[in-house]
C-alpha cells in the first residue's frame, strides 16, 4: 500500500488519466474529487461490494434458472 500525504487543493495522479484531488479537510471527513476517464466506473468502495454481490446472485439465479429449463 502507498501512503501519502495531501493538503487541501492538492492531488494525486493514477496513471496519466486519474486524477484524485483533496477538495476539503473537515475534522475526520475529507471531500475527494476525481477526475477519470468514463470508461472508468468509480465507486465507494461499499457501492462496489454490493454490487459484486448482485452480481454473484444474478449468476446464481441464471444458474439454477438454466438447470429448470434443462429438466423440462
Not at 486524477?19 to 472508468?40: C, R
Request: aromatic share 2%; proline share 1%; net charge positive.
Amino acid at each position: 500500500m502507498l501512503v501519502l500525504s495531501r493538503k487541501k487543493d492538492e492531488s494525486i495522479m493514477i496513471g496519466d488519466q486519474i486524477e484524485i484531488k483533496i477538495l476539503a479537510v473537515d475534522g475526520d471527513q475529507i471531500k475527494l474529487g476525481i477526475v477519470a476517464p468514463k470508461t472508468v466506473k468509480v465507486h465507494r468502495s461499499e457501492v462496489f461490494e454490493a454490487i459484486q454481490v448482485q452480481n454473484k446472485e444474478a449468476l446464481s439465479s441464471s444458474a439454477n434458472f438454466l438447470e429448470q429449463l434443462k429438466k423440462k
